[in-house]
């Protein structure tokens, strides 16, 4: 059975929340997973065979620089390969930052999901919410 990481950084609430949603769907899916949050679990990439990764924009679009760009940095050099997908939150531009993040997912050799991001403006709501579970349960069968 295939087993999914869920690691994401959270500042405002806004990512953690669609990292539940996406639980959500992993488990309607039936796949074993794990939802880390990098901040307060040191849980390697290296033990799942499929990978999530949540993070807001931040600044000017780029990644959490303190905490969750160091821990991906790290994770680049373990995800060629895996199947990766990618999701967060912003506030403001254009989705820039998830652009970046793509074509950094696909640098280091990872098959990343659906060629693109799960993006969600502020915090997630009803309708949001519902395509983090879709987003989850779809990952889960790829």
Known sequence: MKKVGVFY??????????AEGIAAGLSKAGVEFDVINITSDSKSVSDYEMLMFGCPSMGMEVLEEA???PFF?????????KKVALFGSYGWGDGEWMRNWQD??????????NDEG????????????TQCEEFGSSFAQY
């Open 9 to 18: 950084w959270s500042g405002t609430g806004n990512t953690e929340k669609m």
């Open 67 to 69: 905490e969750f760009e």
């Open 73 to 81: 940095e790290e994770a680049e050099k373990s995800i060629s390969g």
């Open 104 to 113: 950094r997912v696909n640098d280091a050799g990872a098959d990343l999901f």
């Open 118 to 129: 799960l993006i969600v403006n502020e915090t997630p709501d009803d309708d949001a919410m």
